[in-house]
């Protein structure tokens, strides 16, 4: 029951490390490769705070095994922007006060980016649908909604314009 | 919240995954998307010496539909049945009980074999598999075997599969009619507080045929014979129905816990099934 050789790229980056097959994805991200972006909310697949990009799938970090995500894409949300070039998303949750506290953000960010690539032109209910695996306890998810229809309108006027 | 020490295995065919459960036994558990697994090894309620992740066996991915029949490979996600659009034609009904599993970051991997072979009560797709009277495809070290999904469920997480076996793929005749997949559950993500899946056939305004079965109401999904029967030959008014509803009530043997009292259940139980007749009926 020793450790696994184990490869992610992650953010575009290659990492290798070695890691126990009972070590969890969210905690390979955090503790081994200091990417500390995706949190650890509930911890019991409730919450969404820890939701990464793997694959092309949102999923909960803290109930993924890092031997299943061997081989694995994975986007967290310093993958989608920086403080010095905000996402789209990033600057609409700001715009549009999509958090209070933070705690879920990277989480929600994440997953809306995903959402988005999928139905890059949601209705609200679409919205409030496909971010049902996410909670946050401060907003009242009003002004994140709000967030991501901004955002989504935001990207595809960009995408227009470049056409 | 972290596990006790496993071994992790990636088999790529159903014959070496079945090797592996057969050579570690008790000490091996497969593992499809791991959202029932995982939190249960997190709790240290499930040991497991080795996992076996069925995660790189392409043979069970797919959807098929053929000639009326529709198979269904056990590692295909709930995200991917959801996107399925030859699936959605022959079966919607797949469709709308998917959309009220779990939630989006769950569905993406959690799979209908899992959902299946698993044996809690709380799942969804048992119930409906024995509404479309489906068929599970088991691989074991003789071979492969069929068991009826009507069949299948002995108590809660016990089924007819035995431990040195997978569950590989799920079969069904297509639906013909109406359909619906009714559940209430208290918040996102949560367990049916009842459920219920029907199929309505039609012949002019008469009720020819059904099939009914209801979810999270007993230690295993109840599929209710005698539900269907007092509204076959009916104009599905609201006397037939209310005959189906009284003919379910019997059947099912629902407990109490945190979803609330067992008469509270009994009542949700009575109005999923009313709702699930209205809206099949009106779509046959």
Same mark, same amino acid.
């Given at each position: ?163 | ?46 040991e ?22 529709v198979?269904?490979? /056990?590692?295909m996600? $709930?995200?991917?049945? *959801?996107?399925?659009? #030859?699936? &959605?034609? %022959? !079966?919607p009904? =797949? ?84 359909? /619906?997949?009714?559940? $209430?559950?208290?918040? *996102?993500?949560?367990? #049916?507080? &009842?459920? %219920? !899946?029907?199929? =309505? ?10 099939s ?9 999904p ?34 109490e ?10 009542h ?14 009106s779509r046959?």
């Open positions: 029951m020793g450790k696994m050789h184990i490869k992610l790229t992650v953010n575009g980056k290659q990492e290798e490390l070695l890691a126990e097959p009972r070590e969890l994805l969210i905690h390979v991200l955090r503790e081994r490769l200091g990417i500390t972006g995706p949190h650890i909310g509930c911890e019991t697949s409730h919450c969404g705070a820890c939701t990464v990009d793997m694959d092309g799938k949102s999923v909960k970090s803290c109930t993924v095994f890092a031997a299943q995500a061997n081989g694995a894409n994975i986007t967290t949300i310093e993958g989608l922007g920086n403080p010095d070039g905000l996402h789209v998303l990033q600057q609409m949750f700001k715009e549009h006060h999509g958090l209070q506290c933070g705690f879920c953000t990277p989480g929600m960010i994440t997953r809306a980016w995903r959402l988005l690539q999928e139905n890059p032109n949601p209705t609200e209910e679409d919205v409030r649908f496909g971010m049902a695996g996410n909670l946050c306890r401060c907003t009242g998810y009003q002004n994140i909604v709000k967030a991501i229809l901004a955002a989504a309108a935001e990207l595809n006027a960009a995408k227009e314009a470049a056409q | 919240m972290i596990p006790s020490r496993f071994d992790y295995h990636r088999p790529d065919s159903v014959d070496g995954a079945v090797a592996l459960l057969t050579k570690y036994g008790d000490e091996a558990r497969a593992i499809a998307g791991g959202h029932s697994l995982i939190p249960m090894m997190k709790l240290r309620m499930a497991v010496q080795h996992l076996v992740d069925l995660q790189g066996i392409d043979s069970m991915k797919g959807v098929s539909v053929a000639g009326g029949t198979t269904i490979g /056990a590692m996600t $709930q995200h991917e049945l *959801i996107a399925n659009e #030859a699936l &959605a034609k %022959a !079966a009904i =797949i469709r709308e009980a998917s959309l009220q599993i779990a939630d989006p970051q769950v569905r993406y991997v959690g799979t209908i074999g899992g959902n299946l072979a698993n044996g809690d009560p709380g799942n969804d797709m048992p119930g409906l598999m024995q509404c479309l009277d489906a068929t599970y495809v088991l691989a074991g070290p003789d071979g492969t075997r069929e068991v009826a999904a009507r069949d299948f469920y002995e108590a809660a997480y016990f089924t007819a599969r035995s431990d040195d076996e997978i569950l590989v793929s799920v079969r069904f005749t297509a639906p013909k009619g109406g359909y /619906a997949y009714e559940k $209430q559950k208290r918040k *996102i993500g949560d367990y #049916a507080t &009842a459920a %219920a !899946a029907v199929l =309505i056939e039609k012949d002019g305004a008469t009720c020819a045929a059904t009914i079965a209801m979810t999270n109401l007993s230690d295993t109840v599929w209710c014979e005698a539900a269907g029967a007092a509204l076959v030959g009916s104009k599905l008014d609201k006397s037939a129905i209310d005959a189906a509803v009284a003919a379910m009530l019997p059947t099912i043997d629902p407990q816990d945190n979803r609330g009292p067992v008469e509270f259940k009994k949700v139980a009575g109005v999923m099934l009313r709702r699930a007749i209205e809206r099949a009926a046959a």
